[in-house]
């Protein structure tokens, strides 16, 4: 019999156990003294053997390559960030490519689809929350970063764990930064090319000079190049990143000079120029250029308004904020990023997620209410509608007096995605004897569409572009007739660029795999209270290897 790798198992073990390694150590041992174990795993104490685990953790964040340890630290200037810890992506490509002849194969394959151009990284950056996420402790909010390539397979792309983990930072440390998320950002970029930062130095782990990773199949190594292709996240952390006043404030895009809002422009005389958020003609955009939002950053910073009212009300007319540590004040990175392009929003955020369909699900439910429909005649209706597997099971409470807003939904975006087929289905069956809702139906319709083709996934969904292009400015029109201007938010904008970001970045990226993967940061940080990051990203890479 083969000798038994007590190392090996040890992180096997680490990487299914949604427990702390105290209670796995204890587990261990008990069964060890009752005889169901006949190996001791390396530690004849509870205590020795939770340090043996601790040790298994760290075995591959402490691995070595020609880049490097796996995990690495970086000075983000602050005491409390002055050894960050990071897992260096040079070197955890290496890493993966050599002992995964899978992802070794995928990235050869990629690599000789796209020719000889640049790999298109992508950016994901989010906060989550351990615990009950209907009671968050924000105490322990962590920001996350992830990454990719836009060129990787369809599936890769929709599966969470082959997104790959940069680094985790509590929320309260974030803070600490100049700038916050931008600063972070920032920092971030130095580690993929190092070359474009302010400092200037060469580095061989550059991913525009190229890396090399081991290619299992020929046995020889595989050389890759990659550039900046974009941020993905919601716009709350676009606004972060960015520096940029778009979610909230009167100028809700980045990406067109003349959108604002509806109450910002009814404040205002008529205007050829301006339109508002009921425009949904995008031939009346006024398109920001990245040189425009340079010279504006340039500008905040070199103005010198020491008076707090007038620097704020400066700020709220350019729609930017004052960064002198943000990622766009740094002329050296400019070379690499185009905030206009490399704004990139996703399909989950614009449509399901306090989104489009949220809004337009509870309108449609208000207006059948007027009719007479119950929330009870709903949820009768979807109970006894036979959903696709795909889609999960069908709650009674979807259409609840409890979950339905005047013009939000209190449900989850994978909810609303099995909610959207369903109302539809109602909206035809039931509610076609109501003539005045048939361009209700029409604009919902319209709207299942849309994310019906964003369903297809990254790649499928791209030969549909032009048809969906269209499908969006249909619906902006009829939205905004339909409900009388009732419901118009920014993502209702937003939806009109998804289409475009598309094509800059080459797919139709969501972030439900980033948000799926948030769980397992979730469970890594339950248990994490001394040496948190350090704990918690150890804790990570091994079960991604794993």
Known sequence: MAPRDCKRVRRELLAECSGSKSSLAGILKKLHDESFLDTDMGGGSVRMLRKNLQVASEFYSKASTMYGTLVQTIDLGTPSLSKWEYVHPAAYLRLLSEISPGFSAMMAETVASIGHRPLKLVLYMDECTPGNPLRADKARSVQSIYWCFADWPQWALQKSSVWLLLGCMRSSLQAELPEGASTLLHAVLRMFFPSCSAIGNQNRSDFRHGIFLKNGTTGSDTYVTAAFAGMIGDLKAHCEVWCCKTAGASKPCMSCKNVVTVDFLNRRLSSEYLVDLKCGDMRRFDATTDDEVYAITDRLINAGIDNDTKRKELEQRLGFKTAPHGLLADHAVREIVRPIKHFLRDWMHMLVSHGVAGTEM?????????????????????????????????????????????????????????MLPVLMAYMTDIASKFEDLADHTRCLQLLTDIVGICALGPHDAMQHLNLMQAKCEQHHALFVIVYKGKGVKPKLHHLLHLVEDARDVGCMMSCFAMERKHRVVKKASLFAFRNFEHTITADLVNKQVQ
């Open 362 to 418: 509870a309108l449609v439910i208000a207006a059948l209410r007027q009719k007479g429909t119950t929330y009870e005649d709903l949820q009768r209706y979807a109970i006894g509608f036979r959903m696709p597997k795909a889609l999960g099971k069908i709650s009674k409470t979807w259409f609840s007096k409890g979950m339905v807003n005047k013009d939000s939904l209190k449900t989850f975006a994978g909810e609303q995605l099995s």
